[in-house]
């Protein structure tokens, strides 16, 4: 399982795209880069994954770079809503043992008026 | 729609008690897990089951024991409860055994006193 480093925490405006960036250096080829969000009082959730490049959906957009040691998650004009902690995972989706789905202490993002 | 859920949603128990708390999936997933979480730790995995009768530990798994008797169901018992096990705790489960989209319960907040 590839480590991974991420700011402990993030401050937005309403209104504004927010960049959460992921370092994993040690990241694997048959690695996948995943992030999941977890409102308050709630379970995480599964925001979106990707192995290269780009992946967009109707949360989030995951941009990879070329050597994939690092991960931009990027919302797009957070609300209050998307006050969030959000979680970098690396790891084979395909393979291994559930110590792959292990979560950090995130990235804590407070969005405020 | 399937669901995954957990009950109680809260309790209070007292020291030495076995406590056992209950965790129910729709989804008909062979892979779920149990975490707890904790002010500054994140989300640590306790145990984890790929399928029916398979259990196995996870980060920290002293003190809690797990049966997977059907596919539904991962109950997590704490054998003698002790205040370190007061937590959150959250069940999941996942179609996947690597870094995949997995659903997580609501969760139940344990108070040991």
């Known amino acids: 399982l590839a480590k991974t480093t991420q700011p402990i925490s993030m401050d937005s405006y309403e209104g504004q795209e927010v960049n959460i960036t992921c370092s994993h250096n040690?990241?694997?080829?048959?690695?996948?880069i995943t992030w999941y969000q977890q409102f308050p009082s709630q379970g995480p959730r599964f925001i979106i994954q990707g192995y290269k490049t780009k992946v967009t959906n109707e949360v989030a957009s995951l941009f990879i770079p070329a050597d994939r040691k690092s991960s931009t998650l990027s919302l797009p004009r957070v609300s209050l809503s998307d006050t969030a902690v959000y979680y970098c995972l690396v790891g084979d989706k395909n393979t291994g043992t559930a110590s792959k789905l292990t979560f950090g202490t995130g990235t804590r993002l407070q969005v405020t008026l | 729609d399937a669901e995954i859920t957990q009950s109680p949603r809260h309790k209070i128990t007292e020291t030495g008690r076995q406590v056992t708390l209950a965790c129910h999936q729709t989804?008909?997933?062979?892979?779920m897990f149990w975490y707890r979480q904790d002010l500054g730790h994140g989300l640590r995995l306790i145990h984890y089951s790929y399928g029916v009768q398979d259990t196995n530990k996870g980060e920290v798994s002293d003190g809690y024991s797990v049966s997977r008797s059907n596919t539904e169901d991962l109950p997590l018992t704490l054998e003698s409860a002790a205040s370190s096990q007061t937590s959150v705790y959250f069940c999941?489960?996942?179609?996947?055994?690597?870094?995949?989209?997995?659903?997580f319960g609501q969760g139940t907040r344990l108070t040991v006193v």
């Open positions: 989804w008909n997933h062979n892979n």
């Open positions: 999941a489960s996942s179609a996947g055994q690597g870094i995949v989209e997995a659903f």
């Open positions: 040690n990241i694997a080829t048959n690695d996948y």
